[in-house]
Nanobody, 122 residues
Framework: VQLQASGGGLVQAGGSLRLSCAASGSIFSINVMGWYRQAPGKQRELVARITSGGSTSYADSVKDRCTISRDNAKNTVYLQMSNLKPEDTAVYYC?????????????????WGQGTLVTVSS
């Protein structure tokens, strides 16, 4: 299973970005998909997550400025970010808890994308 994230870039404070992350491979099903971020010198933290049924949760720091959504048919998760602040600068990673096929059976684990850099200038 591979996760490919895209959509990062340089944006001015107050601007918007939309991140996308598509999962591919021997996927049976995906339960939770989410976005995490890691700023320089800081630990990775949860930004938002969404279940296969559409239930969402957000970090307090972004919940009024971000919307997570997913397209289950495409195994893709999105993060719409608005009113971006310099403190949102980080590498953003997508994560998917997937049930996948391997060696004639299915197993479950978390998979991570490669990360996409978001830089917000003041």
């Amino acid at each position: 299973v591979q996760l490919q994230a895209s959509g990062g870039g340089l944006v001015q404070a107050g601007g918007s970005l939309r991140l996308s992350c598509a999962a591919s491979g021997s996927i049976f099903s995906i339960n939770v998909m989410g976005w995490y971020r890691q700023a320089p010198g800081k630990q990775r933290e949860l930004v938002a997550r969404i279940t296969s049924g559409g239930s969402t949760s957000y970090a307090d720091s972004v919940k009024d400025r971000c919307t997570i959504s997913r397209d289950n048919a495409k195994n893709t998760v999105y993060l719409q970010m608005s009113n971006l602040k310099p403190e949102d600068t980080a590498v953003y990673y997508c994560c998917a808890g997937a049930l996948y096929y391997t060696a004639g059976t299915t197993r479950s684990r978390d998979f991570w994308g490669q990360g996409t850099l978001v830089t917000v200038s003041s």
